[in-house]
T-cell receptor, first 110, second 113 residues
Framework: SQQGEEDPQALSIQEGENATMNCSYKTSINNLQWYRQNSGRGLVHLIL?????REKHSGRLRVTLDTSKKSSSLLITASRAADTASYFCATPTGANNLFFGTGTRLTVIP | EAQVTQNPRYLITVTGKKLTVTCSQNMNHEYMSWYRQDPGLGLRQIYY???????DKGDVPEGYKVSRKEKRNFPLILESPSPNQTSLYFC????????????FGPGTRLTVL
């Protein structure tokens, strides 16, 4: 069964605004990761949040995890044009793999 | 510099002509994996390897082979490529899969005519 799925599929905001994207998953997890992908390039790890954590910060990024709702959100504050990218959540499937959703495509307009 | 490298970065080939995409990491990672990325489908795992000589199928292994003879290398082999294997391919590695970030290569864009 599929795990993490991002919402919305696409998001367009003005520079300086905040961007929020969500991830929902189906089975219990011990951690959830967020990645960024610039167009056509490899994914870059942003942040990992464990199941016993509710919120985590890294620079302008804030990630929350609600295990009761099986959902996570990624907030990018004070967005910049350079934040334009696709963002993926990834959840463990079994012991050996990560499942990546289809991503949220964020466009930040200068 | 810690990195995952892939070669070639771009490849156009014809149906049935065997090809290999190489992947190498310099971080002494145990775990390596191959993904393909297609519009609307996200990343789908093809094969993964937990260690040398240990490989296993991911979600979409049909038409692909892999080998892990050395810790640093994890080549992806298409014995008889078909047009439905046209895609963007990524190799990734991590210390192990549990709670470690995956490091991704730059991608290989493959077109099979």
């Amino acid at each position: 069964s599929q795990q993490g799925e991002e919402d919305p599929q696409a998001l367009s905001i003005q520079e300086g605004e905040n961007a929020t994207m969500n991830c929902s998953y189906k089975t219990s997890i011990n951690n959830l990761q967020w990645y960024r992908q610039n167009s056509g390039r490899g994914l870059v790890h942003l942040i990992l949040i464990r199941s016993n954590e509710r919120e985590k910060h890294s620079g302008r990024l804030r990630v929350t995890l609600d295990t009761s709702k099986k959902s996570s959100s990624l907030l990018i504050t004070a967005s910049r044009a350079a934040d334009t990218a696709s963002y993926f959540c990834a959840t463990p499937t079994g012991a050996n793999n990560l499942f990546f959703g289809t991503g949220t495509r964020l466009t930040v307009i200068p | 510099e810690a990195q995952v490298t892939q070669n070639p970065r771009y490849l156009i080939t014809v149906t049935g002509k065997k090809l290999t995409v190489t992947c190498s990491q310099n971080m002494n990672h145990e775990y390596m994996s191959w993904y393909r990325q297609d519009p609307g489908l996200g990343l789908r795992q093809i094969y993964y390897s937990m260690n040398v000589e240990v490989t296993d199928k991911g979600d979409v292994p049909e038409g692909y082979k892999v080998s892990r003879k050395e810790k640093r290398n994890f080549p992806l082999i298409l014995e008889s490529p078909s047009p439905n294997q046209t895609s963007l391919y990524f190799c990734a590695s991590s210390l192990w899969i549990g709670e470690n970030e995956q490091f991704f290569g730059p991608g290989t864009r493959l077109t099979v005519l």
